[in-house]
């Protein structure tokens, strides 16, 4: 089984894109909502431990952890060492449950795969990627973005010009939803039949 990675900076397209490949019959995993159902359920009694007052309700309300860990380097780092095993356990979990139903490919979607290193979790890379000024047009048009936050999300992801220099493949989401579904086909078409070598590796991390 072929383990895909998606990823690509903030803004890029990798919604759209990741939704061509499960349109394909493309297993997808996406990390940003394993952290999601986390935060409303097996995380929430560490993340509180360790940062108090960031779930009065009984899940983790994100705007209260972002107050705690924004600009706090070692506070960020306290709470990817709670998320990061979790969000990897469950997708280890999602390979297991593909391989069981007979899937030829899967494909992850992590957002921040570079920057965590994960790329060593994927037998192939495909980084999304569009022009800075689609970017920045994309971005800035969501509820309660400013030009300080994204310029500070900016800062903690990897520079898309380096994303694209290391990737396998990169689909371009600056043009039309018809152009990203032709890229997709190719990127899929060049990878059917390729032997997957990670999973094999995998496996053995869940099963200890």
Known sequence: MLVIGLTGSIGM???????????????VCNADRIVHDLYEGEAVAEIEAAFPGVAPGGTVNRGLLAKQVSGNPGKLRELE??????VVKRELEFLREEEARGAEMVLL???????AGAEVRVDAVVVVSA???AQRER???RPGMSEEKFEALLARQMPDSEKRSRADFV?????????VARQVD????????REGAVW????GRLES
């Open 131 to 133: 022009p800075s000024e």
């Open 109 to 115: 979607e992590i957002p921040l795969l570079y920057e």
């Open 200 to 203: 094999e590796k995998l496996r």
């Open 13 to 27: 397209g990798k919604t759209t894109t990741a939704a061509c490949f499960a349109e394909r019959g493309i297993p």
């Open 81 to 86: 060492a709670i998320i990061h095993p979790l």
């Open 139 to 141: 971005v800035l048009a």
């Open 186 to 193: 190719k990127v899929i078409d060049d990878l059917r039949g």
């Open 171 to 179: 689909v371009d989401t600056g043009g039309s939803l018809e152009d």
